[in-house]
T-cell receptor
Framework: DTGVSQDPRHKITKRGQNVTFRCDPISEHNRLYWYRQTLGQGPEFLTYFQNEAQLEKSRLLSDRFSAERPKGSFSTLEIQRTEQGDSAMYLCASASDGYTFGSGTRLTVV | QQQVKQSPQSLIVQKGGISIINCAYE??????FPWYQQFPGKGPALLIAIRPDVSEKKEGRFTISFNKSAKQFSLHIMDSQPGDSATYFCAATKPIYNFNKFYFGSGTKLNVKP
């Protein structure tokens, strides 16, 4: 499978816990994006990497959120001290000309 | 402020009918307008896209109509099929070098009845 892979697919966590998601982009794509999608809404931009450099961050990405892309390959998105409002689908996309989205990680904070 | 507004929120169409979804945008700097299709449990997948130098683009049963002066664009699905039942998102972007931040509409849930 040469698409964008995200892991885990589902995560249920208790409020206050930390969670980390992983995205493996298409190997030849040097651009990587994270989006968040809440129920009944379109995806909202969180952050952008070109290779290993994080070049853009949304104001949605509070200081509890951090993203990395070591060596310009896979990326991780960590949420510290999760809140119920963090419950959403977290989508990763890699890009050359157009975007290719992964299937997302659905986070439920209870 | 929502940069791209989409309607309707949901749509029911009989098999063989035409599905029409509309979007409007504010930012005249946007120069790429894609439509994405999303099935439950999956990420959005690119369906068709248009740039503002043309007024219409057709790919199979899917057509985008674009009205630059009205800042509106729409997706038409001809001969709608039950397999088209999904959520559709319009989006817009203005590329800055290699950075494409997409602004998505809120989605339209399409149900095509057999």
């Amino acid at each position: 499978d040469t698409g964008v892979s995200q892991d885990p697919r589902h995560k249920i966590t208790k409020r206050g816990q930390n969670v980390t998601f992983r995205c493996d982009p298409i190997s030849e794509h040097n651009r990587l994006y994270w989006y968040r999608q809440t129920l009944g809404q379109g995806p909202e931009f969180l952050t952008y990497f070109q290779n290993e450099a994080q070049l853009e961050k949304s104001r949605l990405l509070s200081d509890r959120f951090s993203a990395e892309r070591p060596k310009g390959s896979f990326s991780t998105l960590e949420i510290q001290r999760t809140e119920q409002g963090d419950s959403a689908m977290y989508l990763c996309a890699s890009a050359s000309d157009g975007y290719t989205f992964g299937s997302g990680t659905r986070l439920t904070v209870v | 402020q929502q940069q791209v507004k989409q309607s309707p929120q949901s749509l029911i169409v009989q098999k063989g009918g035409i599905s029409i979804i509309n979007c409007a945008y504010e930012n005249t700097a946007f120069d790429y307008f894609p439509w994405y299709q999303q099935f439950p449990g999956k990420g959005p997948a690119l369906l068709i896209a248009i740039r503002p130098d043309v007024s219409e683009k057709k790919e199979g049963r899917f057509t985008i109509s674009f009205n630059k002066s009205a800042k509106q664009f729409s997706l038409h699905i001809m001969d709608s099929q039950p397999g088209d039942s999904a959520t559709y998102f319009c989006a817009a972007t203005k590329p800055i070098y290699n950075f494409n931040k997409f602004y998505f509409g809120s989605g339209t849930k399409l149900n095509v009845k057999p």
